[in-house]
């Protein structure tokens, strides 16, 4: 494969013919394989920015169909970008402007240049290591972030999960968003998942709350339990206080974990 490079400028944006993808396509495949010194072929002189080819081997390189190299070649040639010479052995293509998008000798950098743009100064490098710096914290906050994210949802549905078998809720209840926010917001105060889960036992105990009343009506809700810091608290006072009563066994484990400990809701 030759060596070097080519050039393009953003005004290609501009050009007429950008927005038509197979002609950009094939223009720029043009500029590649076109020739960048004179060679002689068979007796005939190809000068620099031409090339000789053909429509079937363009269509090969560049994917297009035969139709579509055809179309293209002759939009390239309306507007003057192109020329071509067709004879019943071969056709040149010709790039008009050729020299505009070829490397100049004075823009490869020297080995001082290079050596000037590859050595950070001493303001940049230290930028350089406070951006490093910056970002490995940044990362190492959101990795907190996440962890407590996730260790908040388990913990907002273990509570859920408890609320479901010691209340005897079918698989219709869900965790909505009015229970995890209730849920969520006694965690962040401090409330362990034990306490609640002790304060959804007490809940469970209290005949007021169980359908004992005027209305005959339940108030057992999950989010009426975690509401806030006060029905948490009361709620697990009944627990420890009211009579024994028949629990589940995760209900009665949970109560045998907290019993026995002075609970600390400040």
Partial sequence: MSLGWIKLHRQLLEWEWYEDINTTRLFVHLLLIANHK??????????????????????????????????????????????????????????????????????????????????????????????????????????????????????????????????????????????????????????TVDQIKLAITGCSMTPHNMGQNDNCKKYDDLELICRDGSNVERFAGNAQQLAPRQFSAQAEKTINNIIDVELNFD
């Avoid at 055809?70 to 067709?86: A, E, F, P, V």
């Avoid at 190492?140 to 479901?164: G, P, Q, R």
């Fill in 38 to 191: 004179d060679k002689n072929w068979r007796g005939i002189l190809i000068k620099k920015s031409e090339k000789l080819t053909s429509q079937i081997k363009l269509a090969d390189e560049t994917k297009l169909t035969r139709q579509q190299v055809r179309t293209s070649l002759n939009k390239l040639k309306s507007t003057n970008d192109i020329t071509i010479k067709t004879t019943a052995q071969h056709t040149v293509i010709s790039i008009i402007n050729w020299d505009l998008y070829q490397e100049k000798p004075n823009e490869q950098p020297t080995d001082n240049q290079r050596i000037t743009n590859e050595q950070p100064t001493d303001n940049q490098r230290i930028t350089t290591n406070k951006n490093v710096k910056n970002v490995n914290n940044e990362k190492e906050c959101k990795k907190k972030e996440i962890n407590t994210m996730s260790a908040n949802a388990n913990d907002t549905l273990e509570i859920f999960s408890y609320w479901k078998e010691v209340m005897k809720k079918s698989n219709s209840s869900i965790l909505n968003a009015k229970r995890t926010k209730a849920i969520n917001e006694r965690l962040k105060e401090g409330y």
